[in-house]
């Protein structure tokens, strides 16, 4: 699976601007601001319809302007497509798929599938479980279809829901609505909590042996997936979770009126990451947590290609410059196959790291 080319118009600080790229090693050089990261950020666009970056899509829009589009060329699945985003001030956007419209983002999924690393999955370890839940949602909603539309529908319900809780004291009719809500929210829980926990445990397993590889055997990894109540979410389908998830909102309805907080549902999953049996969170020096860190993102490599059986694009965003030579060693050593972007500020470090196509990135212009 590998990018050839992308058109961009109006996306960030990019106009009319086309890149080309080989399928090895494409470094992308230039100074801070000059719009690297949006190069990557607009080819990772088009896996799901979602930024890795917290922003709505109105903030992808160059400033000046009122639409923007992301055209590439792929290959995938050993045949050569297109996939474009049209993004508008006001209204929806539209996806396109060898230039036929899609219905839905989900559509999008396993298409292009990316795997991203940045300076801020370094904190994977420490940080608390929204960024686990995140990598989650980021590597299901590129290979499962129905993962990513249960995903969307799970944060409409629950934003509804909240809304319920913080407002029925002022309009107590809402409450009528809360057992409609309660069940739907726990109809897409249990969608989640089931491709999570398959997620979970074949992250588990490959990681841990990355893991061993590189501290060289001195190290055991291990991951494993928590969701609410302790309830054992390892091999049950998502019929045989739902009641066990509505008992836990049962038992939670009273908290949650008082609080106005919804307390049960997959938006408390977490993963619960271990190092020699000791909770790494708390426990891991910085160099054991990023080595951790490193393991786990080549294993979200590795499920995407045994899960489509090539390689996903891997986006090293900025992130060499933060490992010292072992580290940064140990991921180059294990990316030799497959299409790599790599940005960094420069040019010594690039000649350092691999031989590859450079393209210097100047104010939103690609410079080969």
Do not use: W
Request: with cysteine.
């Amino acid at each position: 699976m590998n990018v050839n080319e992308i058109y961009l118009d109006g996306y960030r600080n990019y106009i009319d601007t086309t890149a080309h790229f080989i399928n090895g090693v494409n470094v992308i050089t230039g100074r801070n601001a000059q719009g690297k990261t949006n190069l990557i950020e607009a080819i990772y666009y088009l896996t799901s319809g979602r930024s890795f970056r917290p922003a709505s899509d109105k903030e992808l829009i160059k400033f000046d302007t009122e639409t923007a589009c992301i055209r590439a060329g792929i290959v995938s699945n050993e045949r050569e497509q297109t996939l474009e985003a049209r993004i508008f001030r006001g209204r929806r956007r539209h996806l396109f798929a060898n230039d036929v419209k899609l219905k839905k983002a989900a559509e999008l999924a396993g298409r292009l599938t990316a795997v991203l690393f940045s300076p801020d999955d370094l904190t994977l370890i420490k940080d608390g479980a929204s960024v686990r839940r995140k990598m989650m949602d980021n590597c299901l909603s590129q290979l499962r279809p129905g993962y990513l539309a249960a995903l969307t529908e799970f944060n409409k319900l629950y934003e509804h829901k909240t809304r319920i809780l913080r407002d029925y004291h002022e309009k107590p009719s809402l409450l009528e609505l809360l057992d409609d809500y309660d069940l739907r929210l726990a109809e897409q829980s249990a969608k989640l909590i089931y491709y999570r926990a398959a997620f979970a445990e074949g992250l588990s397993k490959r990681a841990a042996k990355i893991h061993d590889e590189f501290a060289s055997g001195t190290e055991t990894l291990s991951i494993t997936y928590k969701t609410v109540g302790r309830i054992d979410a390892e091999g049950k389908k998502p019929s045989e979770l739902l009641p066990l998830l509505l008992r836990h909102q049962a038992e939670h309805r009273n908290a949650e009126l008082r609080s106005g907080l919804c307390l049960s549902g997959a938006h408390k999953d977490d993963l619960e990451i271990e190092i020699n049996g000791t909770p790494a969170r708390k426990y891991a020096s910085q160099g054991q947590a990023r080595t951790a860190s490193v393991s786990i993102k080549l294993a979200e490599r590795d499920i995407h290609y045994d899960d489509k059986n090539e390689y996903p694009v891997l986006l090293l965003d900025d992130v060499l410059s933060e490992l010292d030579s072992k580290r940064q060693n140990f991921i180059l050593s294990r990316i030799k196959e497959g299409q790599v972007f790599i940005t960094c500020c420069e040019d010594t470090v690039i000649e350092a790291l691999h031989n590859g196509n450079t393209l210097r990135i100047e104010k939103g212009k690609i410079i080969a």
